[in-house]
């Protein structure tokens, strides 16, 4: 069975842009989640979408914003960016929503973005 | 407070010894779950194992198992036999049952001596 896929790999933008990834859960998986990982803050969660619908939602600004797809694959968006926006993003899918303690999150090899 | 704690930014440990990663968490669910995660320098998280709260025993997978103490709300991780390859960042995670989201630790990175 396929694991998470993540595209693009490897993305550089500069500040005032916006900037999509995808992530593509899988097979039979419905949750999807986001993480942001810096070397400073380390992991941090931006949100969850399960059924098309974000069910939980991190400590991030408006400009992060994502979405689900009936396939459950997930994009995530973010717009006008800033230099502190430089990340490895790692999108993550499970079995169900993540309620249920038993289910076990599967990560993808993530999107290093580079803001300049 | 902190739901996962690692006091261990790096470790090290000498090719085919065993190695402990200390992980103590805070909930007051009664039904949680406890994942441990390695993240080579590629940057993906491979889950390695997961312990449940009800679980009697501890969870072992191949040459991992994790000392489950429920009552000292540790769940620390065992590597036996380590490996050049085991060098890498260890995150511990907790999902509560009432929760909605996976927490984790700042992680503990491992380096194998040859």
């Known amino acids: 069975k396929a694991g998470v896929t993540q595209t693009p790999r490897y993305l550089i933008k500069t500040r005032g842009q916006q900037v999509t990834l995808s992530c593509s859960p899988i097979?039979?998986?419905?949750?999807v989640s986001w993480y942001q990982q810096t070397p400073g803050q380390g992991l941090q969660f931006l949100f969850e979408y399960f059924s098309e619908t974000q069910r939980n939602k991190g400590n991030f600004p408006g400009r992060f914003s994502g979405r689900q797809f009936s396939n459950s694959r997930s994009e995530m968006n973010v717009s006008t960016l800033e230099l502190g926006d430089s990340a490895l993003y790692l999108c993550?899918?499970?079995?169900?929503?993540?309620?249920?303690?038993?289910?076990?999150?599967?990560f993808g090899p993530g999107t290093r973005l580079t803001v300049l | 407070a902190q739901k996962i704690t690692q006091t261990q930014p790096g470790m090290f440990v000498q090719e085919k010894e065993a190695v402990t990663l200390d992980c103590t968490y805070d909930t007051s669910d009664q039904s949680y779950g406890l994942f441990w995660y390695k993240q080579p320098s590629s940057g993906e998280m491979i889950f390695l194992i997961y312990?449940?709260?009800?679980?009697?025993q501890n969870a072992t997978e191949g040459r991992y198992s994790l000392n489950f103490q429920k009552a000292r709300k540790s769940a620390n991780l065992v590597i036996s036999a380590s490996q050049l390859g085991d060098s890498a960042m260890y995150f511990c995670?907790?999902?509560?049952?009432?929760?909605?989201?996976?927490?984790f630790g700042t992680g503990t990175s491992l380096t194998v001596i040859p």
């Open positions: 995670a907790m999902r509560e049952n009432t929760g909605n989201q996976f927490y």
């Open positions: 993550a899918s499970s079995l169900k929503s993540l309620r249920g303690v038993q289910d076990t999150q599967y």
């Open positions: 312990q449940g709260s009800y679980d009697e």
């Open positions: 097979s039979g998986h419905r949750s």
